[in-house]
């Protein structure tokens, strides 16, 4: 289930309610089943609805415990006993539907700037224009800035600096953070599919996680996870300017320099470091102590302790010589052509 602290339930919900609202076809001996959530296939419950639009999931979706799954006609066999089948063509739109109608984001309803409803320990300091809403949690000597934003539900560690500006929501921090002016954690990944109508926008049911002394620099922006958590680890430190996508996994003493960008679902290891605009792929993993030179493009794993640069990036000598004959070449071409 999404966190109850930053995400409302509107279930229960029937499967032939759910069918009516996505165009799926449900069986007559099923249509009164009910559900309370969405959920990913592996950890879904016998009270959620999932989905499955890939083949080479198949044998996830035959573990399943879901009450309830989307699936294209082709795979209707693969549904377990007990797990009811809604039979579309679209089943990630289609889930995603399902996820409207049973989740909905908190958010603040009062018009006083600190809700009454917020815990604040001693020591707090918040600057003039702020917002903290209803059941945030401030922990003893954090400062909050001048026309900051800190959502429903978020707890904020103690002695951390929330910059001017910065939006802080579906968010656990810890201590020590550090969070710039004007950066944003917490808001909605990026996520779409395509639907009867046009693209459908695929809720983000996850939290952001920032352990303990993390740093986010000026303007970064921190997606909370589609369902999983995004999640920063201990002592990171996140340029100016960087993005990082949903579900990504940050490990500890990181470093992120400016117009970084981490696609979705990417796991980096403890040490990693980025140079500036550096680029990665969705999925991607990258091992303990790797280096990404400066504005690389990284579209497979790197293992553990390389460093990589270039577009397709690749290990740094083999860049380097491919550089330097590329080079040589282009050189051996101009002095030919000037005599």
Wanted: aromatic share 4%.
């Amino acid at each position: 289930m999404p966190d109850p602290r930053f995400f409302e339930d509107l279930g229960p919900v029937s499967l032939s309610e759910l069918a009516a609202l996505t165009g799926a076809q449900v069986a007559p001996a099923d249509a009164e089943r009910t559900v309370l959530a969405v959920s990913i296939l592996d950890r879904a419950e016998s009270t959620s609805v999932t989905f499955l639009s890939d083949r080479r999931l198949v044998e996830r979706l035959r573990a399943t415990k879901a009450g309830a799954c989307f699936v294209p006609p082709a795979l209707v066999e693969a549904v377990p006993p007990g797990c009811a089948a809604l039979v579309t063509a679209a089943p990630q739109a289609a889930y995603a539907l399902a996820a409207q109608r049973l989740h909905r984001a908190r958010t603040t309803a009062s018009t006083e700037l600190v809700s009454k409803a917020a815990r604040l320990e001693e020591g707090v300091r918040i600057a003039p224009g702020a917002v903290v809403g209803e059941g945030a949690q401030i922990g003893r000597g954090t400062v909050i800035g001048a026309g900051a934003v800190i959502g429903p539900g978020v707890a904020i560690g103690r002695d951390c600096e929330i910059g001017a500006r910065a939006v802080v929501g579906f968010a656990l921090i810890g201590d020590r953070v550090r969070i710039y002016a004007g950066a944003v954690v917490g808001e909605a990944g990026f996520g779409a599919t395509p639907g009867p109508a046009g693209l459908i926008d695929i809720p983000q049911l996850g939290r952001v996680i920032l352990q303990d002394g993390v740093t986010v620099g000026a303007g970064a922006c921190i997606d909370r996870g589609a369902f999983d958590d995004t999640v920063v680890g201990e002592n990171t430190k996140i340029d100016n300017l960087v993005q990082i996508a949903h579900n990504v996994r940050v490990g500890r003493n990181c470093v992120m320099a400016a117009h970084t960008g981490i696609s979705g679902s990417v796991v980096i290891g403890d040490g990693a470091q980025f140079g500036g605009r550096a680029g990665i792929a969705d999925h991607v993993t990258i091992g303990t102590g790797a280096r990404i030179a400066a504005a690389a493009g990284v579209m497979k794993d790197v293992p553990p302790g390389e460093t990589w640069g270039g577009s397709p990036a690749r290990p740094l000598k083999k860049w380097m010589r491919e550089t330097a004959w590329l080079s040589k070449m282009a050189n051996r071409r101009g002095d030919g052509a000037g005599q």
